[in-house]
């Protein structure tokens, strides 16, 4: 199919809202491509051109799509940027201009031709890259009619703004072969197993809906994995499955590990989203370098960190600080993990997904090589016991929480690995993490977004707080504070924070990405901000956030040494 054709089902579905519609016009363009297009097309729909663990991205500024247009249309950037501010979309605005001016280069190029220059985009990196990337973005431009054009630069700016999911796809999937949505659940199971949309639509277009009911895990590829439902007493977990493996729950973060034997194995580390955090663990890449034992293999469990001196788990919040993308070298040996495997999904050609609990683990520990060495090794199995009687299943639960683990796990012995659910084949009972609390917290206001809408009148939006770690002179986030000031504590918030700005975040902050603000301020504003609940959290540097905070007023009074400490906070919880 040309692009050109493809740009009108991106017109229609752009002007649709109805998700069945879309549903219908995605199934009636699936069903016109062929094989190798409706992979590529899945992708530069949602404006990639891999499925998303692969986080591949184009690397194209604004800045540099404006100068690729300018430079395929031979126009004035001033007087293309002028008309762009009055449009407000820079495809639309590209549209206006290749229908003022023909060019002799229109050629009307395959979806094929359009999608491999993309992913040349995309993967360039390094030296000369932007010259490259500009290249190829100027010669697509000049190559296609005004519409395509405007879907074209859309594509690149991550606006394509289709406004529909992975799901929807799923869903036009199933409409393309059987016109309702009835086969959803199946090829929604087959994408937990390989999270590759495009994937999933060639070979369902290839070879059908029987081929895709038995789709294996692939090495490399992500699984998406399985979850826990939740109990809180050995009664209700033997009524519900019965005689069962228990296991204690660690308290770290769970990885999925790939790995290929070879004179140099090939490892792959992924976190509970799928991102692939390899580079973050030298140390377990390591280990399963040394102690596992298969040509192929595809297995999870839980990292936690270890603390030599006295022979215990580290609370989450500390094991939570090897999560970082600097200074790794230094941290695994400050925080040495220990990693408890408890999965195998895949070993050597054989899918384990289906086969029952009992079985995976048989095979899991002929697969790891341990002396069951808590001290020397990286790599343990999770201990278990098969337990039938309430009072030991709670005398296990209590073993764990001394020994500062999280709780119990508790999996049904002849339970499948079901990707992406949850359900009742693995239950977790945990202590309680969250506590109420009465104190109020002295927070460091570390810095604050732009507002948007209402809030932009007062040119503050979320304001970003957080204790202060004494032990690394640092300060550690635990909440994004955005609702409940009146108009005027934002106000005076804003006009305290006008003397405080700083150029750049200061190196003593450690703030999570996800977390970033717009302005950086120097240690100086202190409020005292009151909330319902402490509970762990992934995305604050703290390991714990606040819940529902408030705050109660600003503390003009205090001095930056009476900021609550992390130490403070962590007393806060009661176990
Ligand atoms: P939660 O995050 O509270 O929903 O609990 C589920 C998580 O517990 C899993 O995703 C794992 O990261 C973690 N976990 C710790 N120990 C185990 C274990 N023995 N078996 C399975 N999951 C575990």
Same mark, same amino acid.
């Given at each position: 199919?040309?692009?050109?054709?493809?740009?009108?089902?991106?017109?229609?579905?752009?002007?649709?809202?109805?998700?069945?519609?879309?549903?219908?016009?995605?199934?009636?363009?699936?069903?016109?491509?062929?094989?190798?297009?409706?992979?590529?097309?899945?992708?530069?729909?949602?404006?990639?051109?891999?499925?998303?663990?692969?986080?591949?991205?184009?690397? *194209?500024?604004?800045?540099?799509?404006?100068?690729?247009?300018?430079?395929?249309?031979?126009?004035?950037?001033?007087?293309?940027?002028?008309?762009?501010?009055?449009?407000?979309?820079?495809?639309?605005?590209?549209?206006?201009?290749?229908?003022?001016?023909?060019?002799?280069?229109?050629?009307?190029?395959?979806?094929?031709?359009?999608?491999?220059?993309?992913?040349?985009?995309?993967?360039?990196?390094?030296?000369?890259?932007?010259?490259?990337?500009?290249?190829? *973005?100027?010669?697509?431009?000049?190559?296609?009619?005004?519409?395509?054009?405007?879907?074209?630069?859309?594509?690149?700016?991550?606006?394509?703004?289709?406004?529909?999911?992975?799901?929807?796809?799923?869903?036009?999937?199933?409409?393309?072969?059987?016109?309702?949505?009835? *086969?959803?659940?199946?090829?929604?199971?087959?994408?937990?197993?390989?999270?590759?949309?495009?994937?999933?639509?060639?070979?369902?277009?290839?070879?059908?809906?029987?081929?895709?009911?038995?789709?294996?895990?692939?090495?490399?590829?992500?699984?998406?994995?399985?979850?826990?439902?939740?109990?809180?007493?050995?009664?209700?977990?033997?009524?519900?499955?019965?005689?069962?493996?228990?296991?204690?729950?660690?308290?770290?973060?769970?990885?999925?590990?790939?790995?290929?034997?070879?004179?140099?194995?090939?490892?792959?580390?992924?976190?509970?989203?799928?991102?692939?955090?390899?580079?973050?663990?030298?140390?377990?890449?390591?280990?399963?370098?040394?102690?596992?034992?298969?040509?192929?293999?595809?297995?999870?469990?839980?990292?936690?960190?270890?603390?030599?001196?006295?022979?215990?788990?580290?609370?989450?919040?500390?094991?939570?600080?090897?999560?970082?993308?600097?200074?790794?070298?230094?941290? %695994?040996?400050?925080?040495?993990?220990?990693?408890?495997?408890?999965?195998?999904?895949?070993?050597?050609?054989?899918?384990?997904?289906?086969?029952?609990?009992?079985?995976?683990?048989?095979?899991?520990?002929?697969?790891?090589?341990?002396?069951?060495?808590?001290?020397?090794?990286?790599?343990?199995?999770?201990?278990?016991?098969?337990?039938?009687?309430?009072?030991?299943?709670?005398?296990?639960?209590?073993?764990?929480?001394?020994?500062?683990?999280?709780?119990?796990?508790?999996?049904?012995?002849?339970?499948?690995?079901?990707?992406?659910?949850?359900?009742?084949?693995?239950?977790?009972?945990?202590? %309680?993490?969250?506590?109420?609390?009465?104190?109020?917290?002295?927070?460091?206001?570390?810095?604050?977004?732009?507002?948007?809408?209402?809030?932009?009148?007062?040119?503050?939006?979320?304001?970003?707080?957080?204790?202060?770690?004494?032990?690394?002179?640092?300060?550690?986030?635990?909440?994004?504070?955005?609702?409940?000031?009146?108009?005027?504590?934002?106000?005076?918030?804003?006009?305290?924070?006008?003397?405080?700005?700083?150029?750049?975040?200061?190196?003593?902050?450690?703030?999570?990405?996800?977390?970033?603000?717009?302005?950086?301020?120097?240690?100086?504003?202190?409020?005292?901000?009151?909330?319902?609940?402490?509970?762990?959290?992934?995305?604050?540097?703290?390991?714990?956030?606040?819940?529902?905070?408030?705050?109660?007023?600003?503390?003009?009074?205090?001095?930056?040494?009476?900021?609550?400490?992390?130490?403070?906070?962590?007393?806060?919880?009661?176990?």
């Amino acid at each position: 199919m040309k692009f050109r054709e493809l740009s009108v089902y991106f017109d229609k579905i752009s002007q649709n809202s109805s998700r069945l519609e879309i549903t219908r016009i995605l199934a009636e363009l699936f069903k016109k491509l062929t094989t190798d297009e409706i992979e590529k097309v899945v992708y530069l729909l949602q404006g990639k051109v891999a499925p998303e663990y692969e986080k591949i991205e184009f690397g *194209l500024s604004e800045k540099l799509i404006i100068k690729s247009i300018v430079l395929a249309l031979n126009i004035e950037r001033e007087y293309f940027e002028k008309e762009y501010k009055k449009i407000g979309d820079l495809g639309e605005t590209v549209e206006k201009f290749k229908t003022e001016i023909f060019s002799f280069e229109e050629s009307n190029p395959e979806i094929k031709e359009i999608y491999d220059n993309f992913y040349k985009i995309a993967i360039s990196s390094g030296e000369g890259s932007q010259e490259l990337k500009l290249g190829i *973005l100027s010669h697509m431009i000049r190559q296609v009619d005004p519409l395509s054009a405007r879907f074209l630069v859309r594509i690149p700016t991550g606006n394509i703004r289709m406004g529909f999911s992975d799901m929807t796809i799923l869903d036009a999937y199933s409409w393309m072969i059987k016109k309702d949505k009835s *086969l959803r659940p199946i090829i929604e199971k087959a994408y937990h197993v390989r999270p590759e949309l495009g994937y999933i639509g060639k070979v369902l277009k290839e070879k059908g809906i029987e081929v895709i009911k038995k789709i294996e895990p692939k090495v490399f590829t992500p699984i998406i994995m399985m979850r826990a439902e939740r109990l809180s007493s050995a009664k209700e977990i033997l009524k519900q499955i019965g005689r069962c493996f228990v296991e204690p729950k660690f308290d770290g973060f769970r990885l999925q590990v790939h790995y290929k034997k070879g004179f140099n194995p090939e490892i792959k580390l992924f976190s509970r989203s799928l991102e692939d955090v390899s580079f973050m663990y030298p140390d377990i890449i390591e280990a399963v370098k040394k102690q596992v034992k298969a040509s192929e293999m595809i297995f999870e469990g839980e990292a936690v960190g270890y603390d030599y001196s006295i022979g215990k788990f580290l609370p989450f919040q500390e094991t939570v600080q090897r999560k970082r993308k600097y200074q790794i070298e230094e941290m %695994s040996k400050k925080i040495p993990l220990k990693f408890f495997v408890f999965e195998l999904l895949y070993k050597d050609g054989k899918s384990f997904i289906n086969e029952p609990f009992i079985k995976r683990r048989k095979e899991l520990e002929k697969s790891i090589i341990t002396k069951k060495n808590l001290k020397e090794e990286t790599i343990l199995i999770a201990d278990e016991q098969i337990i039938n009687e309430e009072k030991k299943l709670e005398e296990l639960f209590d073993k764990a929480v001394k020994e500062n683990l999280e709780g119990i796990m508790a999996k049904k012995i002849d339970g499948v690995y079901k990707p992406g659910a949850r359900e009742w084949n693995w239950i977790k009972y945990k202590k %309680s993490y969250s506590s109420k609390i009465k104190d109020t917290i002295d927070c460091l206001v570390m810095g604050y977004d732009l507002g948007k809408g209402k809030r932009a009148d007062f040119g503050i939006g979320a304001f970003l707080v957080g204790v202060y770690d004494e032990k690394n002179n640092r300060f550690l986030t635990v909440a994004k504070i955005g609702t409940g000031l009146t108009d005027e504590e934002w106000k005076q918030l804003k006009i305290k924070s006008s003397k405080f700005k700083v150029q750049k975040k200061p190196d003593n902050y450690l703030v999570d990405k996800t977390m970033e603000s717009d302005i950086w301020l120097k240690p100086s504003i202190i409020v005292e901000i009151r909330a319902d609940e402490i509970t762990k959290s992934p995305v604050h540097t703290a390991g714990l956030a606040l819940r529902f905070p408030r705050l109660e007023r600003f503390r003009d009074d205090k001095n930056i040494s009476d900021i609550t400490t992390f130490e403070e906070l962590k007393k806060l919880i009661i176990r």
